[in-house]
């Protein structure tokens, strides 16, 4: 029930806060509603649009994208997506293109020209330049019939749907689906060039996600580093080199030089003893430990060291046969910002 006031009248602040809730619910509720329009409207042209563009790129060619106003402000998140995920991307400011920037859109290019009205005047030499030097255009709009629209090689037609502002036609919807056929645009590209998590580490170097997308091999310590005993010495050569190597735990191989066990601090509680140090590391060890492939994900490697069944701090690396070839610490993943 709302609070009330002397008058049994709500007070202001719960009158407010009930109203923003009503107003964001509408308005996520219209954007909402063109998108779905959106995607039942999309057809043949948008495969058009996407072969023309990706044949541009698979040539050597950039994706132009360009947009005056909010339209240019949803463009350069645009080109900023499709530079992201693997498709040469920049934006250029269709004023400035007049003043000396169509130089920087070349043979081989595309474009991509976003308005909702379809008559943005400062498109015009832009839309000239690709015309002169048949470059592939292609437009988001609003409107069918209007000068963009029937310049472009393929025009996607935004849904005629409402803007969410009440007061006046401040583009909101028009914006949503714009970014939103951007979108679909940069991830229909990169599936269709088999873009894949390598590939998106690369243009991703950095922060958490980078990290996440490092591989197994770019964190974990290999050669002499490794903490190794065959599996007949005693406990008391393997308690040497597990303690050199600071990792809490020893691998242990059998005659064949593979992975066969792993003694922890945890294990040497368990069979502590008089005759501990002179027991073979074989009778110690936790038999067939879990282990990880070089090419896994950072990310997956720490999943697995935080299985709630059995959580451990460091995993080996092992190759497919088995041999013990790194391995890896939550405190490298920690350093490298996985963790």
Aim: aromatic fraction near 2%; hydrophobic fraction near 45%; include cysteine.
């Amino acid at each position: 029930m709302d609070a009330l006031n002397q008058n049994n009248q709500p007070t202001p602040h719960e009158t407010t806060s009930h109203d923003d809730l009503a107003v964001a619910r509408r308005v996520l509720a219209i954007e909402a509603d063109a998108l779905r329009q959106m995607s039942d409207a999309l057809n043949g042209e948008f495969v058009r649009a996407v072969g023309m563009l990706a044949g541009a790129s698979a040539a050597g060619g950039r994706l132009v994208v360009s947009g005056m106003g909010k339209s240019g402000h949803v463009g350069r998140k645009i080109a900023a997506t499709l530079a992201s995920t693997g498709t040469p991307s920049l934006f250029v400011h269709p004023a400035e293109a007049s003043h000396g920037d169509l130089g920087m859109i070349v043979p081989g290019d595309a474009v991509l020209a976003i308005s909702n009205s379809g008559e943005t005047a400062e498109l015009a030499d832009l839309v000239a330049h690709t015309r002169r030097f048949g470059l592939p255009l292609v437009a988001i709009v609003g409107r069918e019939k209007s000068t963009l629209a029937e310049a472009a090689d393929v025009a996607l037609i935004l849904p005629d749907a409402p803007e969410a502002s009440p007061v006046g036609p401040a583009p909101t919807t028009s914006t949503t689906m714009q970014l939103a056929l951007g979108d679909a645009i940069a991830v229909a590209l990169l599936t269709r060039r088999g873009f894949d998590s390598t590939d998106f580490r690369m243009f991703h170097p950095g922060g958490k996600l980078g990290a996440k997308l490092r591989k197994v091999r770019d964190l974990m310590h290999s050669g002499a580093e490794v903490p190794l005993v065959a599996s007949t010495v005693s406990m008391r050569e393997a308690l040497l080199i597990m303690t050199g190597c600071h990792f809490g735990c020893v691998g242990v191989t059998d005659a064949e030089g593979l992975l066969c066990g792993i003694v922890t601090d945890g294990d040497l509680r368990r069979h502590m003893g008089p005759n501990l140090l002179d027991s073979p590391t074989g009778d110690v060890m936790t038999k067939s430990p879990r282990s990880i492939g070089a090419d896994m994900l950072a990310a997956e490697a720490l999943r697995i060291m935080n299985a709630p069944e059995r959580p451990v701090t460091a995993l080996f690396v092992v190759d497919a046969a088995r041999r013990p070839i790194g391995i890896l610490h939550i405190h490298d993943l920690l350093r490298a910002g996985v963790a």
